[in-house]
């Protein structure tokens, strides 16, 4: 399932997330439905360490034969293997997506492989497989500025909004 074409309403969330979380998607999403992406935990954790770090306002970038299909803004963070299982069921090697993120502002892209690695100074024939994240903030700086890409995203009130539940679930 695609869910971030598919949103997820709040009444599916319902059945697996506890009501903390549930809060702070209310505040998070006034219509009721959020798109997610998720990751499994990967080998020796790599996918889940990664995952640990990404913070609200993150930019998140979704690849595509060759390109940069779509940017998005992480909103909230959180561990959930139910919800997971339910969403995308199990991968080949009966792992679940359960490392989940959410978010907003998804933008529809079409940037070239190359120019994204010349951008942030990458190796020219990177074909950008799997969960990464871009550390340097200069480079990230660099994409934002190159494509016009913006993380406006902060909640009205951040003391209201927890929105990083790594282990708690």
């Not at 909103?75 to 997506?97: E, P």
């Not at 998804?106 to 942030?120: G, S, V």
């Not at 020219?124 to 995203?153: C, L, W």
Request: net charge negative; charged share 30%; proline share 4%.
């Amino acid at each position: 399932v695609d869910t971030i074409k598919n949103r997820i309403s709040f009444e599916t969330a319902s059945n697996f997330l506890d009501q903390k979380i549930l809060n702070q998607l209310q505040l998070l999403y006034p219509k009721k439905e959020f798109p997610a992406w998720g990751v499994t935990q990967g080998e020796k954790s790599v996918n889940k360490n990664k995952w640990k770090k990404i913070e609200p306002g993150d930019i998140a970038v979704f690849t595509r034969e060759g390109f940069i299909i779509a940017t998005g803004i992480v909103t909230i963070k959180f561990q959930s293997y139910n919800f997971a299982k339910y969403l995308w069921d199990f991968d080949a090697k009966g792992n679940t997506w359960e490392f989940m993120f959410l978010l907003d502002d998804i933008r529809p892209q079409k940037i070239p492989y190359i120019e994204f690695n010349n951008c942030i100074g990458d190796r020219p024939k990177n074909r950008h497989q799997g969960f990464r994240i871009v550390y340097d903030e200069q480079k990230v700086n660099a994409f934002m500025d190159t494509f016009g890409i913006e993380s406006n995203y902060y909640p009205d009130n951040e003391d209201e909004v927890d929105t990083n539940w790594g282990d708690e679930l």
